[in-house]
């Protein structure tokens, strides 16, 4: 079975700065998805980055990059520029890939991100 | 367009009784699934659909929890004799199927549910 490990429980990054979140993961397949999902204390899960295993780029979105390690099944997230409204919990999560065709995914425990002004 | 819509956004039961859990996904999406998020975990995937039909329910805990999208679009998460580790916000997604691509799914707010 995929498992997914968010090793930080708790973070904090002045504005402006930036930040790393760490992820590590399991599995035996040799194609599938990781993500990184932000949740404010709204509840709602949104999407900040995805990244395809078998792409060796690393995936950027703005102020978001990621460290994608396959080898080592390390996918950590990197927050440039830090703002007030990036405070939040985030996740990592893992999908396998089943060509389109819904796909649950694996979540970590989550690590909070504090952003202090 | 509208988004994925849960109701109720909380529900507060007692031990033992039956509830009910809405999700309205997004119009047209084909794929539809239910995770469970307790108190300062990540989400654990319940069950998925695909149109009317239930592709993986691998999550379900036990046979109190079942789910029904008798028409491809609503689902109702449904928890009998409820126990207080139930409790935790129930989260309903969705998304479309297109073969060869990746499919994002979308969140909705969840429904809290506390069993006293």
Redesign the interface.
């Known amino acids: 079975a995929q498992t997914?490990t968010q090793s930080q429980p708790e973070m904090s990054v002045q504005e402006a700065e930036t930040v790393t979140l760490s992820c590590t993961y399991d599995t035996s397949e040799s194609d599938y998805?990781l993500f990184w999902y932000k949740q404010p204390p709204?509840?709602?899960?949104?999407?900040v980055i995805?990244q395809?295993a078998y792409k060796q780029q690393n995936a950027t979105e703005n102020r978001f990059s990621v460290n994608f390690q396959k080898a080592a099944k390390s996918f950590s997230l990197k927050i440039s520029d830090s703002q007030l409204g990036d405070a939040a919990m985030y996740?990592c999560?893992y999908s396998p890939y089943g060509?389109?065709?819904?796909n649950?995914?694996?979540?970590?425990?989550?690590t909070i991100l504090r952003v202090k002004s | 367009g509208a988004g994925v819509s849960q109701t109720p956004s909380n529900k507060v039961t007692e031990k033992g009784k039956y509830v009910e859990l809405r999700c309205d996904p997004i119009s047209g999406h084909t794929a539809l699934y239910w995770y469970r998020q307790s108190l300062g975990q990540g989400p654990e995937f319940l069950i998925y659909f695909q149109g009317t039909g239930a592709a993986d329910d691998s999550g379900l805990p036990n046979d109190r929890f079942f789910a029904v999208r008798p028409e491809g679009s609503v689902s109702t998460l449904k928890i009998q004799r409820t126990e207080r580790g139930d409790s935790a916000v129930y989260l309903c997604a969705s998304s479309s199927t297109s073969a060869g691509s990746y499919n994002e799914q979308f969140f909705g707010p969840g429904t809290r549910l506390t069993v006293l």
């Open positions: 997914v998805y709204s509840r709602q899960m949104i999407l995805r395809e996740f999560a060509g389109g065709y819904g649950k995914l694996v979540f970590g425990a989550g």
